[in-house]
């Protein structure tokens, strides 16, 4: 799993809307339980002068009473006709204003998120980890990242086509989902390469997700008899530390890859052979 993009300008702005439809909503409410006080106690005055055992109610008193009573009534059901009315008004706001929000927040997910393996895009890259890099120096802790390249892909493409190889990369971008923390980033950085970034991790813990990432991939047996191959990548690992720039942790990434790949590519020694 992911972390979820920080909320848009926006989808704030629509947000704050509805809470000021909620105030006014409460205002209403109140001028309702007022209102709803004051017919409360005609109604005891009322009660209290025509119940009253030892003295005669004056006709004049009785009937201003009455006229009392009856414009309070006549005003609360008009009052909860308006309530009712602006209720509505304010329960189809709020409904336009939470679609809105869905919306802005489906536009910006679109917006940051690789449309194929549905991993964060270099847009989202370059807003994430600057904020990350900052938070790892105050805080003075770990940062870890990790350049995932899918092996021979470029193979892939040619002799299984395109549609298969973007299956592969579905499938890899699903496999580090599986395995990684909800704070942990995965973006897609190339055309067969995914940058994982690991907030609050070192160099032990980075290798911890590439030796898991490698046994992820292997048991996925599944995905090996669909295509009739292995699915393999070649991970290289750097932290960034105080004093380094993130552009040249991503670099020492991409060396520790070129490395990886030359070492796989070294032909094996002859056991015959002296050395």
Do not use: C
């Not at 009392?68 to 005003?75: P, Q, S, V, W």
């Not at 910006?108 to 194929?116: C, F, I, P």
């Amino acid at each position: 799993m992911e972390p979820q993009p920080p909320a848009s300008a926006p989808a704030r702005r629509a947000v704050d809307s509805f809470a000021e439809l909620e105030k006014r909503d409460w205002e209403l409410w109140s001028i309702a339980l007022i209102l709803l006080t004051v017919f409360a106690g005609g109604v005891i005055t009322f009660v209290y002068l025509t119940t009253r055992a030892d003295e005669r109610v004056n006709p004049l008193v009785l009937r201003f009473v009455w006229v009392l009573l009856f414009g309070l009534i006549a005003l609360v059901l008009l009052l909860n006709i308006y309530l009712l009315d602006k209720k509505r008004a304010l329960a189809q706001a709020r409904r336009r204003a939470l679609e809105q929000e869905l919306e802005l927040e489906e536009r910006r997910a679109h917006a940051l998120t690789d449309s194929l393996t549905e991993t964060y895009n270099r847009r989202f890259f370059d807003e994430v980890t600057p904020k990350e890099v900052r938070r790892a120096v105050r805080a003075n802790r770990p940062l870890s990242v990790l350049l995932a390249d899918i092996d021979d892909f470029r193979r892939v493409n040619e002799e299984l086509g395109h549609f298969t190889g973007d299956e592969v990369l579905r499938e890899v971008a699903a496999t580090l989902k599986s395995i990684l923390r909800t704070s942990d980033y995965i973006f897609r950085f190339g055309g067969d390469e995914f940058l994982i970034l690991l907030p609050e991790t070192n160099d032990a813990g980075a290798e911890v997700v590439t030796r898991r990432l490698h046994q992820a991939l292997a048991a996925r047996t599944d995905l090996q008899q669909r295509l009739g191959r292995a699915v393999t990548v070649t991970v290289g690992p750097a932290t960034f530390l105080s004093g380094r720039t993130l552009e040249s942790v991503i670099e020492e990434a991409e060396k520790q890859v070129f490395a990886a790949r030359r070492v796989a590519a070294r032909p094996a020694a002859n056991p015959g052979q002296s050395t």
